[in-house]
């Protein structure tokens, strides 16, 4: 757990694989919390680090529908009360309404807990664009379309000129790019780069920074693997995609070093440069 500089937000986060944050902003009289973690026992740091603070928290923004980002959720309305605003963008609550890619399950077979048979349905629907107030917070909501996900929403808290993008950024991490969109999240990237006017980004896995140091950090990352897969596998009389994939993970490993990955997924960075081989070579 840590708090940014000016005092007034803080990170919630567990160390290693599948590390994945929560962002807490100090309102007026409470607090507002971005994303709530994987499992109840992870979302319990943010009931600790409210009861630290003596306040209550009065709002959870969804930034997207992975349930790292949003399984912690019963065990905050457990606490705080079932009137406790949640709000995401359509998508996001159509996504986590259904869960089409089955992620919660998958998620149970990996974590030695017992988790949320389904994740609660936000109360609230937020717009692209739209401005509300929340605890004397002005928060700004920005739709940037399919990357990581297949939806995700930024919310800039201008009084602290700072943007919690979800995960548009994925800071010195192995990414999740398993969904064949690292096209798409590099066409993200560049409309975020020019939508969010935040100085200070704060990413859903990793550390935070300035916004367009950590955009270029993963554009150039995704740019590296997708290079590295089309560079091998047409090098190759008759490429093999495991073959590829393994050749192309270990080249970004040579210039990354060795990163802790975003999903508590083996081989995560294999399975990414084979989801990138299909989206290249395969879906086009």
């Not at 048979?117 to 399919?146: M, S």
């Not at 602290?160 to 994925?170: M, Q």
């Amino acid at each position: 757990m840590s708090t940014t500089p000016n005092g007034k937000i803080h990170r919630v986060c567990q160390s290693g694989d599948g590390s994945v944050n929560s962002w807490v902003m100090e309102g007026q009289h409470g607090l507002i919390v971005v994303d709530c973690q994987r499992t109840p026992s992870d979302a319990g740091e943010i009931i600790r680090l409210s009861e630290r603070l003596g306040r209550t928290v009065t709002a959870i923004l969804i930034t997207h529908a992975h349930p790292d980002h949003t399984l912690g959720l019963q065990r905050l309305l457990d606490a705080f009360g079932s009137q406790l605003r949640v709000i995401a963008s359509q998508r996001t609550r159509d996504l986590l309404d259904h869960d089409v890619y089955g992620y919660v399950e998958l998620t149970r077979q990996a974590v030695q807990e017992q988790l949320p048979a389904a994740v609660p349905v936000p109360t609230e629907v937020i717009g692209h664009r739209e401005q509300i107030e929340i605890d004397g917070c002005l928060i700004r909501a920005f739709e940037l379309g399919p990357g990581e996900a297949e939806s995700m929403t930024a919310y800039e808290f201008p009084e602290f000129d700072a943007v919690a993008a979800g995960d548009l950024v994925e800071h010195r991490m192995i990414p999740f790019v398993l969904e064949h969109r690292s096209g798409e999240w590099l066409r993200q990237l560049s409309r975020a780069h020019a939508m969010l006017d935040a100085s200070l980004l704060l990413p859903g896995h990793g550390e935070p920074g300035g916004r367009s140091e950590l955009i270029a950090w993963q554009a150039r990352y995704l740019r590296g693997l997708r290079s590295a897969v089309r560079r091998i596998a047409l090098a190759s009389t008759s490429p093999v995609a495991d073959t590829v994939a393994r050749a192309a993970a270990a080249e970004i490993e040579d210039t990354y070093g060795s990163l802790d990955a975003v999903a508590l997924i083996p081989e995560l960075d294999v399975l990414n440069a084979s989801a990138v081989y299909s989206e290249v070579f395969v879906d086009e």
